[in-house]
Structures are given as structure tokens and as C-alpha cells.
């Protein structure tokens, strides 16, 4: 039985806490986003949540993003809180996490909360670089992944979209980015995505080409997709989807061609991969750069991948640009 992971329809919800309005703002979006898929008691835990990382990423960061989100659907939903930020990090993270700490007079058990509360939480920190943390809510999805979708600023539709398709074939995921931004974007991407779910593990390349033909009735884009079976990964992209395989010390990327699907677009080939036990599939649009380096970042490495995406994106996203990465862990 395959279980789908849903993609972001719309831009993920993204809150800019950078004063205490914000605080309530962040909490009343995420209570009402938990009440479309859990009951009062629950729905209420994610708001509690939401505001004890809005404020501490006010008082021990100066400000912050935190991003919100829904996953899956139905009886396995889950919500997704990450809070990001370039604040002075911690040196003990240990220490910070325990009930009573505190360097700003508060009562000091705002991380330790969220923690007992959520069902699924890591946290990332490193001193001069920021922290980043996940707090995830409802049953815990068979596949490690995480992701980050988030439109340019001014626009309420992202013009990337992604998929992931778990099942006893493997997993499948599709990265794609509609040329340009806003509604006309997103409805390209959309049909790439609508294509990969109707088949998504057919091969690559066939679907890259279905996909072209599809997206020339929009104004096309790039994509990337994949299938993993095992240690085999099965790759095929077009335009400037990018994709790595990351382990320590180690990082290869994988090939996409030139073009543009729905315009133009002369090669339509696939490659395999191996992927080593642990290691990361790491696929991405343009909004972010490609200047990262995971391969002797142990300390990231080891974090969940929801945690390892929303570093990237926050380190090295680009302005004035749709932005998506998805991350698969083995």
C-alpha cells in the first residue's frame, strides 16, 4: 500500500517573529491550522507549541522565522512547526533543554515543553550560527524526510511544489519550479506534480518526458525526480533542479539536463546511483545555492532532516526567489 506525503498546494506559512505581536500572531495561525486535523486537545498542544518557539526566538535570538505546515492527510496527519534562526546558538544545548534553565529571567521551561508535547522533536545549534528546531505533531511518517517550501516574499502562491510517495516499491519524490513566481508558477508546477502522483514510480526519464508534453499548455519549468529502491537510486532532471547525495565526507551531485519542460527540451535520460547506508538524498530549487557543504558537517548530518533542510534554507536560500528542499534520509 503506497502512503503519499502531500505537497504544499500554497506557500508554506512562514512568520517573520521579529516583535511580541507576532507571538499571537504565530500562535492563532497554528491552532487554527491544527483544528483542520486534530481534536481540541491536540490542536491546543500545537498552539502552546508555536508560542513558546515564537518567544524564544524573540528573547534568545533577537527574531527568527518559524515555518508551519501540514503533512499527509486524514487519520495520519501530521503538523510541522520549525523554528529557525542566526541568533548567538548554544553552546550546551543539553543545558538550555533542561526545565529551570534560562540567561533572560524567564522561567526556563519553554524548549522542555515543547518537547513532552511534541511527537517527534530534534534541535540544532551551533554558537555564532543560530538554532534551528522541529516539533512535529501526530504519528510519525514511515520515511525520515524532511522539507521547506516557501514563496518569494510578496507572493502567496510558491511557484515550486514537491511530492513524496513511500510504498513497497521505494520511495519516489519530485522537486519542481515553475518558471517565474506567483499563480501562473505554481500552476505549472502543480501539473508536474499532478502527472508524477497518477505514476510515480515509472521511470524517471518516461516520466520527465510525459511531463514536458503536459507542462507545454503552461509556462514550464524544471524538475527533478527520483526513485529510491533499496541502495539504488533512479534519477532524471531537467533545468535547475538540484540534487546530491550526501554522506560524510562524501557528496555527489546528479546529473540534470539543460532545458526548460514544456519549451524546450532535447534529452530525456536517466541515471542510477548508489546510496550508501545513512545517507542523505538532498534535492532542491534554485532559490537556494549551491555553495553548501554537508560532507564534515557530522553535527548536521545526525539531526532529523526536516532540521537539515530548514538550515539550508536558511543559510544559503537566495532573495527574491521561490524556494524548496526536500531532504530523504535512509
Known amino acids: ?3 503519499a506525503v502531500r505537497p504544499v498546494s500554497t506557500a508554506q506559512q512562514r512568520f517573520v517573529i521579529d516583535d511580541g505581536s507576532k507571538v499571537g500572531e504565530a500562535r492563532r495561525a497554528a491552532q ?15 498552539a502552546i507549541a508555536a508560542t513558546e518557539l515564537a518567544n524564544n526566538l524573540l ?18 496527519a501530521v503538523v510541522e512547526l520549525l523554528a529557525l534562526d542566526k541568533g548567538p ?3 550546551d544545548v543539553a543545558q538550555c533543554m533542561r526545565d529551570g534553565y534560562s540567561t533572560v529571567g524567564t522561567p526556563g521551561t519553554g524548549l522542555g515543553a515543547v518537547r513532552r508535547l511534541a511527537s517527534d522533536f530534534d534541535i540544532h545549534s551551533r554558537p555564532g550560527e543560530g538554532t534551528a528546531i522541529l516539533a512535529r505533531f501526530g504519528k510519525p511518517p514511515a520515511t525520515r524526510y524532511g522539507a521547506v517550501s516557501v514563496a518569494v516574499e510578496g507572493e502567496i502562491d510558491c511557484g515550486d511544489a514537491w511530492h513524496i510517495v513511500s510504498g513497497e516499491e521505494g520511495t519516489a519524490v519530485i522537486v519542481v519550479d515553475g518558471l517565474g513566481h506567483g499563480t501562473f508558477a505554481a500552476e505549472a508546477a502543480r501539473v508536474a506534480v499532478d502527472a508524477f502522483i497518477d505514476s510515480p514510480f515509472s521511470a524517471p526519464g518516461d516520466f520527465m518526458a510525459r511531463a514536458h508534453g503536459l507542462m507545454s499548455k503552461t509556462r514550464g519549468g524544471a524538475a527533478a525526480c527520483a526513485v529510491i529502491r533499496g541502495s539504488q537510486v533512479t534519477y532524471a532532471g531537467v533545468g535547475n533542479i538540484s540534487g546530491y547525495l550526501v554522506s560524510p565526507g562524501q557528496s555527489q551531485g546528479m546529473v540534470s ?6 519549451m524546450s527540451q532535447r534529452r530525456m535520460q536517466q541515471f542510477e546511483y548508489r546510496m550508501e547506508p545513512g545517507s542523505l538524498l538532498v534535492m532542491h530549487s534554485d532559490g537556494v545555492s549551491t555553495r553548501w557543504d554537508l560532507r564534515n558537517r557530522a553535527d548536521l548530518l545526525n539531526c532529523h532532516p526536516a532540521l537539515i533542510a530548514g538550515v539550508l534554507y536558511r543559510d544559503f536560500s537566495r532573495e527574491r526567489d521561490d524556494v524548496t528542499v526536500v531532504v530523504i534520509a535512509t
Request: aromatic share 2%; glycine share 18%; no cysteine.
Open 32 to 46: 487554527k491550522l491544527a483544528t483542520l486535523e486534530f481534536n481540541e486537545e491536540q490542536a491546543g498542544k500545537v
Open 1 to 3: 500500500m503506497e502512503i
Open 59 to 76: 528573547l534568545h535570538a533577537g527574531g527568527g522565522e518559524l515555518l508551519m505546515q501540514t503533512l499527509d492527510s486524514g487519520d495520519d
Open 257 to 262: 539536463h539543460n532545458g526548460t519542460l514544456g
Open 89 to 91: 546558538g548554544m553552546h
